[in-house]
C-alpha cells in the first residue's frame, strides 16, 4: 500500500488566506450597511427633489400667466374695444405687436366685438402659419378682420405687416362664418367680471396644446383673448433630470397630456391631421401605458412593477392660478433610483477586492525581492523585442551585474528609441528642402554636436554645395558658408574620395577649410569637424554630413559615430528618394501644363484659359477655406488636396485634343475647314454669267426687229436680275454670320433662294478622297445637272461609327443625348441655324471634350491621394439641378472642388478677351449673366455668394481683366 502524505502549505500561503479572510468579512459588513443608509438618503431627497420640481413648474407658469392677465386687463380699457371698423382697429397694431413681441408665449391676440366683429393678430413665427397662410416674404405679422357689412355678410380680410409694421399685402378672402361670440372663450368672459381660462384645447393654427386667457369690457361686450401654448412647459419638463429612463408627464384633470419631454407625441395624427390630445396611455411609452391604470384609480404614489423592474410613482398637485388644475406624474425606475447607492456598494465591493489584490503581491515581497530585478528586465528585453521603447529603463540592483546588465540595456533602449524616432521623423517629411534641415538638426541632437552642417554635390557633380547650417547655441548672424570644389585639397573632399569619416582640428590657420567661417561666428579658435559621407543605393556619393564640436564639447564617441555613420546611410537614401520624387513631380508638373500649353496653342482664340482657370480655381479654394461661413465650416485642404485640385484644374479640359481645331474656331455657319461661303458666292457669279449670257442670246435673236427697244428692255431684265442676285446673295452672306437669331421669315426666304437651280457641267465625284467618296452613296449624274443653288448632299452627312456612340449603360454613367449623325454639313441645314453659327451636332462634339477629358483621366493610375481628379475635372459643365453634362449630376452629388470649377470655368469663359465670336463682358455683364444662371439652378449659390464677397472676382479682375472690362460693381446687387 502507498501511504499518502500530508500536504503541507508554507506559512506565508496560511498568513495571506487568513488576512483575504478578515478583509472580506470587514468589507462586506461596511458594503452592508452603507448600502441601507445611502438608499434611504436617496429615498428621501428623491421626494424632496420630486416636489421642488412641482413648485418649479408652478412658479414658471405663474410667470408666465400673470403678465398675460396684466396684458389683457390693460387691453379692456384701452380705445381698441370700442373701435367700429377695421381701420380703426389696425390703428393700435403698434400696441398689439409690442405687446405680442413683450410675450413670446401668446400665439394669437383675439379681440371679439359684441356685434360679431372680430379681429386676430399673430406673429408668423411657426412653420405650420406659414403653411397654412402662405404669407409674402417679409411678413412678421398676420392680423385678420372680420366685420359685418350692411348687407349682414361677414366680411373676411388678411393683412400682412413687416417687422417695421408696414402693410406688404393685403387679402380679401370668402366671406367667414366664424363668430366670435360663439367661442368658449368669448362666452366665459361674458360670464364674469374678472379674466378666465379655459380648459387645454388644440391650437389649430400653429398645431400645439395650449389655453385661451380672456377678459371682457364691462361696458362695450368686447372681449380680449391671448392663446397661450404650453410647449414652453414641455421643454422646461425636458430640462428636468432625474435618472436616465425617468419619464415626467404634466396631466389635466382628464389625464389629458399637456407637456411631455417630446412635444411632438402630445397630438395624435390621421394622415397629418389632429384628432385628439393625446392621454396617458397613448405616449407612445409602454410604462406610461401600464401607470395609466393606478393613475386613473386615483393613485397618487404607487410602484408598479414593469419589464422585471420596480418603478415608483407619484402625482403632484399644482394649481398655478385660479380655475387651473394640473397633476404632475413621475415615474422613476427604482433601479435607476437608487443608483448611488447601488454604486457605492459596487465601489465598496471594488475596493474590498483590491485590498485583497494588494495584499496578496506583499506576502510574496520578502521572498521574490531578488529575482524581481530580472523579471523586470527579462519584461524590458520583451519590450525592446516589440519595439515598446517609449518608457525608460529604471530598474536598479544592490546586485552589480544585475545593475550593470540593467545599464547596458537603458543605451541601448536609448539608442534605438533616437534612430526609430529620426526614421519616423524623416519618413514623415515629404519635402526635400525641410528634410534637409530636419536631418542636419536631428543629426546634431543625437551628437550632441555644437552644429551640423550638409553639403550636397552639385547637379554637374563640379562642387559641393551648402544645403543645411544648424547650431546648436543662438548666434546674432548665422554665416553663410561657401561652396567648395568636389576635387580640391580640402577634408569634405578627401571624405568622399576616401569613402570614409575624417576628423580634423579647426584653428585661425586653417583659412582653405570651407567651414573656417564658422570659427568667427561661434567665438572660438579652435573647431573639431568630423565629416561623414553620403552615399545613394548605388553607392554614389551624394554629399558630406559635416559635425562640429567645441572646446566645451565632449567629441562623438566611437559607438555614437558608428551610430550616425548609419543613420548618415539611411539619411541619404531618404534625401535621394525625395529628390526622385520632388523631379517627378516637377516632370508630371511640367507635362500637364505642356499639355494644357498645347490645348491652348492649338486653338489661339482660347489661349490661356487652361491656365486661368486653374488660377481662378486656386483662388476660390483658398477663401472657402479661410471663410468663416457655417457651410465652409469644415472644408479645407491639406497639401495632398491642393496637388489634386491644381492638376484636376491644369486638365480639365484635356479632352479638347480630339476636338476638331474648325469647330472650335466655327466663326460662320458654312466654316468647316474653310468657310465654304466662297463657294456659294462662286455659284452667284456663275448664275449671273448666265444671265448675262442669256441677255446678249436674247438680243442677237432680236436682230431685224425694234433692236433699241429690244435692248433696253432686255438691259432693264438684265439689270433687275443681276440687283436680285446681288441682294439674294448679301442676304446669305448675312446669314452666314450667325450674329442674329434668324426669324421664320427669313428662314423662308432662305428656302426660296435656296430652290433657285444653276447647272453643273463637271463631275463632282473627281480628285476627292477616298473617305469623301464612301459617303456618296447616289447614283452617278448625267452631265450636264441642275442642282439646287443650296443644297443639302448625301455627302454632306457624316454618319457616326460605333466608336463615336456612348451607350446608355456606359461604365462612367455619362446620360447623353447624341444626335444621330456625326456632322452634318448641308449648307441648308447649315445657314438654317436659329441662333449661333453651330449645328447641333457639332455643339455635342464640343461638349465631348469633357466626355473625352474623364475617360482619359480615368484610364490613368494615380496614386491614393490623386484618385479625385476626374471627378474634380470632369465635373465643370454639370448644374446644381442634375442638368448637366455628360453625368446629369446634382450638386449634392458633386464634391464642393468640383462646383468651384464650375463657376471659375464660366467666368473666365464669360470675361476672356481672346475669343474671335464674341465680346468679353465686363465685369459687371459676367456677374449678372451668373446670377442668372445661380437663379437657373447651374451653379453653387453658396460658392457665387462666397466668389462675390470674399473679393475673389475682384482680384481676379485686377489680374486678368483688361481696365474697359473692370467696371465699378455693387455685390449687394448680386447677392
Known sequence: MFSVK????????????????????????????????SSDLVLTASTQLFEQYGKRLRLEFQRTYQPIVQLINMLTLDSIVKAQTPTERLARLTLLARALEQRPQITALQIGYANGDYLVVRPINEDPLSTRFNPPPGSTLIAQSISVDSEERRLHEEYFFDVDLHLIEQRDTAPSDYDPRQQN????????????????????????????????????????????????????ISELHITARSEIVLLDQNLNALAYRDPGKLVLLDQDKIIDIARLDSLGSQVLDAASKPVAAGQRRFRLEFDGQIWRGELYALEPADGIHFDLLTLVPEAELLSEALSIRRQSNLITGIMLLLALPLTWLLAHQISRPLRQLALEASMIRRFQLDQPISTRSRIREIDDLGHSMTVMKDTLNQFLDMLGAMSAETAFVPLIELITTQTMGVSQAAGAAIYLVSDDDSRLEPASLKLAEPIQTVPVLPPCSLHGNH????????????????????????????????????????AIPLKNRKRESVGVLCLLYGNDHTHCEGDRLAFIETLSGFASLTLENRQLIGMEKALLEAFIELIAGAIDAKSPHTGGHCSRVPALTAMLARAACDSSEPVFANFSLSADQWEELHIASWLHDCGKVTTPEYVVEKATKLETFYDRIHEIRTRFEVLKRDAELRFWRQLHAGKGTDTEALKARLEATLAAELAQLDADFAFVAQCNLGQEQMAVADQQRLRTIASRDWQRTLDDRLGISWEERQRRTGTVDT?????????DKDFHIHPRSAADRIAPDNPWGFKLDQPVHLYNQGELYNLLIRAGTLTPEERDKINDHIVQTIIMLEKLPYPRHLRGIPEI??????????????????????????????????????????????????????????????????????????FLQSGVCED?????????QHDRINIEHYL
Not at 511 to 524: E, I, M, V, Y
Not at 783 to 791: D, T
Not at 956 to 964: C, E, G, K, S
Request: proline share 5%; aromatic share 8%.
Open 6 to 37: 500530508p500536504r503541507h502549505y508554507p506559512l506565508h500561503l496560511q498568513i495571506t488566506a487568513l488576512f483575504m479572510l478578515l478583509i472580506l468579512l470587514l468589507g462586506g459588513s461596511l458594503t452592508w450597511y452603507n448600502y441601507r443608509k
Open 185 to 236: 372663450w368669448y362666452q366665459l368672459a361674458l360670464g364674469r367680471d374678472q379674466h378666465v381660462v379655459t380648459e387645454p384645447y388644440f391650437f389649430t393654427a400653429i398645431r400645439k396644446v395650449g389655453i385661451t386667457l380672456s377678459s371682457r369690457d364691462p361696458l362695450q361686450g368686447t372681449v380680449i383673448a391671448a392663446d397661450v401654448a404650453l410647449d414652453r412647459l414641455s421643454e422646461s
Open 491 to 530: 577634408q569634405l573632399a578627401d571624405c568622399l574620395l576616401q569613402e570614409s569619416s575624417l576628423s580634423q582640428s579647426l584653428n585661425r590657420q586653417s583659412k582653405s577649410h570651407p567651414l573656417f567661417s564658422l570659427l568667427q561666428a561661434l567665438g572660438t579658435d579652435h573647431l573639431m569637424v568630423i
Open 783 to 791: 452631265l450636264p445637272v441642275q442642282e439646287q443653288l443650296l443644297a
Open 873 to 946: 475635372a470632369g465635373g465643370h459643365h454639370e448644374r446644381m439641378d442634375g442638368q448637366g453634362y455628360p453625368r446629369r449630376l446634382t450638386g449634392a452629388q458633386m464634391s464642393l472642388p468640383a462646383r468651384m470649377m464650375a463657376i471659375a470655368d464660366i467666368f473666365e469663359a464669360l470675361t476672356a478677351t481672346d475669343r474671335p465670336y464674341k465680346d468679353p463682358k465686363r465685369l459687371s455683364e459676367a456677374l449678372n449673366i451668373m446670377g442668372q444662371m445661380r437663379d437657373r439652378g447651374h451653379i453653387d449659390p453658396q460658392l457665387f455668394r462666397l
Open 956 to 964: 481676379y479682375a485686377r489680374q486678368y481683366l483688361t481696365a474697359a
